[in-house]
């Protein structure tokens, strides 16, 4: 199973970098016999090595991964443009940050990796968790958001020519999943889920001419 959510870890330089990343995890990782709560004990990364997620915990090996229903901070932490950036907090185990409008939290630091392949595989154990509010739940335009989201961190895996632009083939599919997308957000979203997939449909069809931005 993968939970959706955001992970905050430090630069090389000490600066907080917030981006989405799924926890990969198996129901022996959700901990049921260990923790009263049954929160998870453990989980995997899968970012890409070119990732700044990546490099930072290469570097510094602890970082918060959070859950939750704020799905206009996910698009802007998709691409890279979290304006204004939220709230946060020291962690209590490891040095990181805690996203205070967070639903969920938890405290991790990297014990494993394999780096064989282009993403890598970073094992990652829970030193601490904590529940910041209830989660409000997602909605069809929310997973819609979500969805938009995931496809805005891949441009960079669609063909490209050789000016390094989108082929046509490339473009129809981003249009196609769009429109098919902001049916649902156009039925069930509310202002903010309007929001943050207007800001992901005009990043991920402005990458049509433009070189791909870094990844998160």
Do not use: W
């Not at 595989?121 to 069809?140: P, T, W």
């Amino acid at each position: 199973m993968i939970l959706e959510g955001l992970v905050t870890t430090l630069t090389p330089e000490g600066q907080l970098h917030l981006a989405p990343m799924g926890a990969l995890l198996s129901p022996q990782d959700l901990g049921e016999h260990d923790r009263p709560d049954g929160t998870m004990r453990r989980f995997l990364l899968r970012p890409f090595q070119t990732a700044q997620t990546y490099r930072n915990l290469r570097q510094h090996s602890e970082g918060v991964f959070h859950l939750t229903d704020d799905v206009l901070l996910l698009a802007q932490a998709a691409i890279g443009k979290v304006e204004p950036f939220p709230a946060v907090r020291p962690a209590a185990c490891v040095l990181g940050y805690i996203v205070e409008d967070a639903c969920r939290y938890y405290e991790f630091r990297i014990v494993g990796v394999d780096d064989r392949q282009e993403r890598a595989c970073l094992e990652a154990e829970v030193l601490a968790a904590g529940r910041l509010r209830d989660f409000l739940g997602f909605n069809r335009a929310r997973h819609a958001v979500i969805e938009a989201a995931i496809l805005a961190t891949r441009i960079h895996l669609l063909p490209r020519d050789a000016h390094g632009r989108l082929t046509p083939a490339a473009l129809r599919q981003i249009d196609e999943e769009c429109r098919r997308l902001r049916a649902l957000v156009d039925k069930t979203g509310g202002p903010r889920e309007h929001a943050a997939f207007d800001l992901l449909c005009h990043y991920v069809r402005a990458q049509g001419s433009d070189q791909p931005d870094q990844q998160q």
